[in-house]
Nanobody, 124 residues
Framework: QVQLVETGGGSVQAGDSLRLSCGAS??????MGWFRQSPGKEREGVAT????????YYVDSVKGRFTISRDHAKKMLYLQIDSLNVDDSARFYC???????????????????WGQGTQVTVSS
């Protein structure tokens, strides 16, 4: 089981940018992702990265504003969020698991380790 710790959330204004970070206890997985959940809504996957090649995948709703990246040496995963809007307010979670390049997707049931999340609140 990989231990994951998210940081970087906060209260920001619409239009601001934010970078979320996720520290992992190891690199022993092939797929990492960012998910978010707002009160009363289901958890939504927003981006994943296949760690063997660092190939990213984004859901359509965040393309162009979210950027997932990682630093293998530091065992860190990042999510850059630009042009934040109030609909981005949510608790963001980091997850890790095993997948091949074809199923490293937010909707795939491959994530076995989860962090506690970091809260992002966007005000207008």
């Amino acid at each position: 089981q990989v231990q994951l710790v998210e940081t970087g959330g906060g209260s920001v204004q619409a239009g601001d940018s934010l970078r979320l970070s996720c520290g992992a206890s190891s690199n022993s997985f092939t797929c990492m992702g960012w998910f978010r959940q707002s009160p009363g809504k289901e958890r939504e996957g927003v981006a994943t990265i296949y760690t063997v090649t660092d190939r990213p995948y984004y859901v359509d709703s965040v393309k162009g504003r979210f950027t997932i990246s990682r630093d293998h040496a530091k065992k860190m995963l990042y999510l850059q969020i630009d042009s934040l809007n109030v609909d981005d307010s949510a608790r963001f979670y980091c997850a890790a698991g095993w997948a091949n390049i074809g199923n490293c997707r937010p909707e795939a049931d491959v994530f076995t380790s989860w962090g506690q999340g970091t809260q992002v609140t966007v005000s207008s």
